[in-house]
């Protein structure tokens, strides 16, 4: 099950980062890197560093591009911003996860019936 | 996908940008520490922890340098120049063995380079004309000619042919232009330049009305000869040529087509030819099909058309037609001929020697890793995964292999020329076997192939070293793996080599054996050539006996000349002029093809002496025997068992179906083997007789003189009466022409021409594969002797002598050899069947053969101990029981 896990973590992490991107806007690494722990309440007790890992893959595929900006506090930081076909595959993975999670749960339901 | 091409092309910008990418990701990984350095300071952490803290909660710099960098750019690409960059360094630092390995590499892969050229020359030439597998060249009965009447029927009957076209060549004078000149002409049909894609490049070809009896004589030439006959002036259009004492309209000129396929410079309509028996359907006059298939047709539905026709004519025409049969193959199979079984056979044997190459390389691969197993074994502690290890040494080996390839390449350029030069005439040409793409491509698809080859053994074994044990200090034992791999390579070596001398020695057997084949007649001193006479004597039945007979005369007289004859017909060697008889003292055969068929010879009275064939009974041909007289036949010794068994020949009488006449019988002559020295003897293939020429009757005079030759038998040198038989023609008739001059020595050379080409290439690959295997076998053994000088020096302080110290290393090396010996004969004695065909004389497995090519490997092997082994006994072992 560990070699699945990673991948399958990967996969949600850049699904996480497109939709951080996709709800707050350009963001640096950092900014996103906090803003996922919070959302999933520090479940996902990860280093900050391997984000980046994932946003190298998200932006060769073209989901979201990067440019260097400064941040609040007048520092040199890079941001990164979803593009038109990042929003797309965000939409596309969304309805996937919908689908699945609604079957999943009439399978468990129908268990217990 | 998209998304896969996009991933690609951002790799590489990021590669080619590397140095930028990173320091750019340094300096976001910088800001991102800050960042979360302010976030612990405003939660009230002091500045040094919480830079601390929050390295921590980043993540390892390195690490994630590292990882930025393996995903943005292109690692593989990296770590091949790494590998390759590591692998030169090697090599430098190991002259000698990367010498020895190249020069091994560049034997193997050149030697199969220079066979595959000729290969590539002969088998897969390209054809000038298109699709030419759609071309077909037809005959009867596998190789006879096809008569005209039968093609006329053809070309009525058949469904499969797009076009279809009947060609056959013959030789005529030029007169008209300059100083008479012999030309090949060949009479086609007007479809013949269409099948073959030629298109005029002046003027233009045959019409199908030009193609009948009686039509405007009219000819087209090549190029070649309009420029060197007529200026290449474009006026040569509508002007006369003169032929054979006839005039032709010249309409077309057409480029030249390479020698070998279809060589003329004149071209005549095959329809026009006036010869009156052309059109009886007995007789095919030399003349082949070509036909182009139509498109959606197969070969064999054009096969089965013909001989479905075949079947019809032979209903139609039950006397001349019975049991007809043709035969069509592909213009490529037709002219490649029965060569392709040699050179296939050839590409095989040097194949072997490659393997031979290969384990030698591999063999040096491994001894060298013996001494690298440190190396290896802290660059796998040093986190090297195992596959990392083994692409780099991969790596190496190919990086050795394409240097071989390369100097291979370099010796197969001057290889094939050799191979050129030494090749039967005909066969190659220089142009046919230059260096081209494909070549290349071989080169070095075969250099990589052989790279892997020899090197996946050994750089699986340095994979699986063992870290502890080597790491620790003076780990020998893991030797024995390597040594065991070591003498496998070598046996297998042996084997081959075994297997390679087997078969030379087999063919050079077979040589010698055709040589000492009696041909039946004395083949020393005769030289024969060809005349041609003039327009008017060669019409003209009573002229020609009487030009014949004048010009024997002359030639007789000659000094150095012993005798002469003309020889119409044949010759041996040359020709295979055919009549069929049968006895007049029973009934007449039904079928043609039940009458025995006998190779004729029409000679004045002094052939038997110029050939010195042995009269057995009766007489030979005198000059009493005169076109008035009675006509009398001499039969050979094998018609005489096979007609008249039992019986008195001398006196009978037989039928001559082509001459139409019946002839006496006079006399029994010895038999020769004309179709070659390696013919199987073969009742129906020996039957021979002979005419006196004087007897051919007037209206197949003209037509035989054509094909006819004169032979002369010299005291001397033949080459040296040449000079003086070419005035004595002149100076019977100065427009006579004589051409074509050869001795029989030439003739019967140039028909073994290919066997010695066959054997001359098995045996340089015998002795490469002999050389080779003799080094292997050195390499091995030295190798051996010093791991073993250890074991030496406790031997020799324990009381041997060095002479017990030398016969072990030998017992060694005679071991390995023999048990490779024993495996050579076992696997060549099935192997040398393939060669079955090309044998004469000799069985695949003949044990003398066998046994020669074992003792001849053996002896070398031995040799080859015998240096370290006397080494070993050098030992001093006060030195050697402290070395380690």
Redesign the interface.
């Known amino acids: 099950m560990g070699e699945g896990r990673s991948e399958i973590l990967q996969g949600t992490l850049d699904l996480m980062v497109l939709k951080t991107l996709d709800a707050m806007g350009p963001l ?3 900014g996103i890197a906090r803003r996922i722990e919070q959302i999933s309440e520090d479940a996902l007790a990860i ?4 984000i ?2 994932s946003l ?2 998200l ?4 989901w979201i591009s990067g440019a260097w900006g400064a ?1 609040e ?1 007048n ?4 941001f990164y911003s979803i593009t038109k076909s990042g929003k797309k595959r965000l939409a596309a993975e969304a309805e996937s996860w919908e689908r699945i999670s609604g079957v999943i749960g009439r399978v468990l339901r129908a268990e217990r019936g | 996908m998209s998304g896969w091409v996009s991933v690609m092309v951002s790799r590489i910008r990021g590669w080619l940008g590397m140095k930028r990418v990173d320091e750019e990701f340094a300096d976001e990984l910088g800001s991102h520490l800050e960042m979360l350095t302010e976030e612990n300071v405003r939660r009230g952490m002091a500045r040094e922890e919480a830079r601390r803290a929050a390295k921590i909660r980043l993540g390892g710099a390195e690490q994630l340098r590292e990882t930025n960098r393996e995903q943005r750019g292109l690692p593989l690409v990296e770590t091949f120049f790494q590998d390759l960059r590591f692998a030169v360094r090697g090599l430098r630092n190991n002259p000698g063995f990367a010498l020895v390995c190249i020069l091994t590499l560049a034997l193997g892969i050149g030697a199969n380079t220079a066979i595959f050229s000729v290969i590539n020359a002969v088998l897969l030439q390209q054809l000038p004309f298109p699709e030419p597998d759609r071309v077909v060249v037809i005959h009867r009965h596998e190789g006879s000619s096809i008569p005209y009447p039968e093609f006329l029927d053809l070309q009525a009957q058949t469904k499969s042919f797009e076009l279809l076209a009947l060609h056959r060549y013959d030789n005529m004078n030029l007169t008209s232009a300059g100083e008479p000149e012999r030309e090949i002409v060949r009479m086609c049909s007007p479809d013949f330049f269409a099948i073959l894609g030629i298109r005029p490049v002046l003027g233009r070809t045959f019409t199908s009305e030009e193609d009948r009896l009686g039509a405007a004589p009219v000819i087209v030439i090549s190029e070649s000869l309009w420029r060197r006959k007529f200026n290449g002036s474009p006026a040569t259009i509508g002007n006369n040529a003169t032929l054979a004492g006839q005039d032709y309209t010249i309409v077309g000129i057409v480029p030249d087509l390479p020698r070998q396929f279809v060589s003329s410079d004149v071209f005549f309509p095959i329809g026009q030819w006036a010869e009156p028996t052309f059109r009886l359907r007995g007789e095919g006059f030399g003349s082949v099909g070509l036909a182009r298939i139509k498109p959606g047709v197969t070969l064999e539905q054009a096969r089965v058309d013909l001989n479905q026709v075949a079947s019809s004519l032979a209903a139609t025409y039950p006397k001349e037609d019975t049991d007809l049969r043709f035969s069509a193959l592909t213009f490529r199979a037709s002219s490649i001929g029965g060569a392709q079984r040699p050179l296939l056979l050839l590409f095989g044997a040097v194949g072997l020697v490659l393997l031979i190459a290969c384990a030698n390389v591999a063999n040096l691969l491994l001894a060298r890793s013996t001494k690298r197993k440190r190396e290896l074994a802290i660059r796998v502690a040093m986190g090297a995964g195992r596959g990392r290890v083994i692409w780099q040494l991969l790596t190496e080996t190919s990086l050795l292999a394409l240097l071989g390839g390369a100097v291979g390449l370099v010796l197969a350029i001057w290889g094939t020329r050799a191979i050129v030069a030494a090749s039967p005439s005909g066969l190659l040409s220089a142009q046919g076997v230059e260096l081209n793409l494909r070549i290349l491509l071989f080169t070095a698809a075969l250099s990589l192939l052989t790279g892997i080859l020899f090197g996946i053994i050994p750089a699986l074994k340095a994979a699986r070293v063992d870290v502890q044990e080597t790491l620790k200090e003076g780990g020998r034992g893991a030797t024995a793996g390597h040594q065991r791999a070591q003498s496998v390579l070598v046996v297998s070596e042996v084997a081959l080599a075994l297997t390679l001398l087997a078969g030379a020695g087999l063919l050079i057997r077979s040589l010698d054996r055709v040589w000492q084949v009696n041909p039946g007649f004395d083949t020393r001193n005769i030289l024969s050539f060809v005349v041609a006479p003039s327009a008017e004597t060669a019409s003209n039945g009573p002229k020609l006996r009487e030009m014949y007979g004048r010009l024997i005369e002359r030639l007789e007289a000659l000094p150095g000349a012993d005798s002469a004859s003309v020889a119409f017909g044949n010759l041996p060697f040359t020709g295979e002029s055919d009549v069929e008889f049968w006895r007049e003292d029973r009934p007449k055969p039904e079928k043609m093809t039940d009458a025995p068929d006998a190779l004729w010879f029409a000679v004045t009275p002094d052939y038997l002496r110029v050939m010195r064939i042995p009269l057995l009974h009766g007489r030979f041909v005198t000059p009493a025997d005169s076109e008035t007289g009675q006509k009398v036949v001499v039969i050979n010794d094998a018609i005489a068992r096979k007609v008249f068994p039992n019986e008195e020949p001398v006196g009978k009488h037989i039928y001559l179906n082509f001459f139409e006449q019946s002839a006496e019988i006079v006399g029994v002559t010895g038999t020769i083997k004309d179709f070659g020295l390696d013919t199987p003897p073969d009742q129906d293939n020996e039957l021979q007789l002979y005419i006196p020429f004087r007897q051919i009757p007037d209206r197949l005079m003209a037509l035989l003189a054509k094909n006819s030759r004169v032979a002369m038998r010299s005291v001397a040198q033949p080459g040296s009466i040449a000079p003086a038989a070419r005035e004595a023609v002149r100076a019977v008739d100065s427009r006579q022409v004589m051409f074509g001059e050869t001795t029989m020595q030439e003739l019967l050379d140039g028909s073994m021409g290919f066997r010695r080409f066959s054997l001359m290439l098995l045996t340089v690959f015998a002795g490469l594969a002999l050389l080779l295997a003799s080094i292997g076998i050195y390499g091995v053994i030295s190798n051996l002797v010093s791991q073993s000088m250890h074991e030496f020096g406790v031997r020799m302080a324990l009381g041997a002598q060095r002479r017990d110290v030398l016969r072990l290393v030998l017992f060694r090396g005679a071991r390995l050899d023999l048990i490779g010996v024993a495996l050579g004969v076992a696997g060549g004695l099935p192997l040398m069947q393939l060669l079955s065909k090309q044998l004469f004389g000799v069985t695949p497995a003949d044990p003398l053969t066998f046994a020669g090519a074992a003792v001849l490997l053996s002896a070398v092997a031995l040799l080859a101990c015998f240096i370290p082994a006397h080494r070993a006994t050098r030992v001093d072992p006060l030195v050697t029981l402290r070395y380690e």
């Open positions: 640096h690494g950092y280093n900050q560093g391997t980046y890992a190298v893959r932006m060769q595929r073209g941040s506090n520092r040199k930081a890079k």
